[in-house]
């Protein structure tokens, strides 16, 4: 149930899409503040409305797919926006289309800036939304015997009864979570100068497909996939940006410095500790009261990924010492 912020004649508005809409607006201020010191004006100028319009587009093409019954049909989701919902994939798909498009058409010769920027922008702009949540009964968790407040609890008011149930806020924790990871990815932006263009928007992904694997699994609306209805189109993209990611970042390593016996360690335990964030899930599914449990484990598993994913970026930078060896070599 959405809550009216106010009504003009026969429209009404919400406070969820008020407050999205501001997020919206903070993605994109901030998107011009990192993209213009380096970009172009003319590929924000074309990139920004694209980008807006391919991102709620897909984001209902999205929703719509894994939601048909949402629906009268296909053709009154793609053409009433006024109710149903959008997925956030489809903003990450109209964005990285954006960037493609204006490859394309030659206006942006660094796409990996764009991303960066993209992705620094995108990031708080996701933190600020997620609240939207105040305003609505989605993006929550299973129902709480004992926690009564935030930001762990939330209530709802129960459908039959009408009485308050308290549910874990997800979404508060999805907020605090990408506002934390903004911060790290901003840090690593402004701070790390040996850093190529599209590294941050990659470090980006790790962090916020490791997030997205663990806590989407704790909602009670999530999209599921339509050959099975249990699987979460959301915690699995995440769970593949990671994988993706740190695969990307392991052929770098091997790339510059040459493949070492002491890598295998590494990868194997990045693969262990995959199954094992793999094994909880399926734990969680079928003893949703060791939930606590399950996920620090799911969590303590995806970080340790991230944190050996980190160590190979790094080790795949050369040092000024090391390349200056190299290019003796080669004279």
């Known amino acids: 149930m959405e809550r009216i912020a106010f009504i003009i004649g026969d429209q009404f508005f919400y406070w969820s899409s008020i407050v999205l809409t501001l997020a919206a607006g903070v993605a994109i201020c901030l998107f011009l503040a990192f993209y213009l010191p380096q970009g172009k004006g003319e590929a924000a100028a074309v990139g920004v409305p694209m980008a807006l319009v391919l991102s709620v587009v897909l984001a209902r093409l999205v929703h719509w797919y894994f939601r048909p019954d949402s629906y009268a049909g296909f053709l009154a989701a793609m053409t009433d926006f006024t109710s149903g919902g959008f997925a956030l994939l489809g903003v990450f798909l109209g964005c990285g289309l954006t960037v493609l498009i204006l490859k394309l058409l030659r206006l942006e010769e660094e796409p990996g800036r764009m991303?960066?920027?993209?992705?620094?922008?995108?990031?708080?702009?996701?933190a600020l939304g997620r609240l939207s949540c105040f305003f609505?009964?989605?993006?929550?968790?299973?129902?709480?015997?004992?926690?009564?407040s935030l930001p762990f609890a939330y209530p709802v008011n129960n459908v039959v009864t009408g009485a308050p149930e308290y549910r874990l806020a997800t979404f508060v924790i999805q907020a605090m979570a990408t506002a934390f990871i903004f911060a790290l990815v901003l840090a690593?932006?402004?701070?790390?100068?040996?850093?190529?263009?599209?590294?941050?928007?990659?470090v980006f992904l790790l962090l916020y497909g490791m997030s997205q694997a663990v806590l989407d699994s704790t909602r009670y609306d999530s999209l599921f996939m339509r050959s099975n209805g249990f699987i979460s189109v959301v915690q699995?993209?995440?769970?593949?940006?990671?994988?993706?990611?740190?695969?990307?970042?392991?052929?770098?390593?091997?790339?510059?410095?040459?493949?070492r016996i002491w890598y295998c360690p590494i990868w194997v335990a990045m693969l262990g500790m995959l199954g094992g964030a793999g094994y909880m899930e399926y734990f969680v599914q079928r003893h949703g009261d060791r939930a606590v449990f399950s996920y620090s484990i799911m969590t303590a598993c995806l970080g340790g990924i991230v944190l050996l994913a980190m160590l190979t970026?790094?080790?795949?930078?050369?040092?000024?010492?090391?390349?200056?060896e190299?290019?003796?070599d080669q004279e």
């Open 236 to 259: 699995v993209s995440g769970a593949v940006a990671v994988v993706a990611v740190s695969a990307l970042f392991s052929v770098r390593m091997v790339k510059s410095r040459g493949f």
């Open 313 to 324: 970026y790094f080790l795949s930078q050369r040092t000024d010492e090391e390349e200056d």
């Open 115 to 126: 991303l960066d920027a993209m992705s620094l922008g995108g990031c708080a702009g996701i």
């Open 188 to 202: 690593f932006f402004l701070l790390y100068k040996k850093r190529k263009a599209g590294d941050t928007a990659l």
């Open 326 to 328: 190299e290019t003796e």
């Open 136 to 148: 609505s009964t989605a993006d929550r968790g299973q129902l709480l015997e004992q926690l009564r």
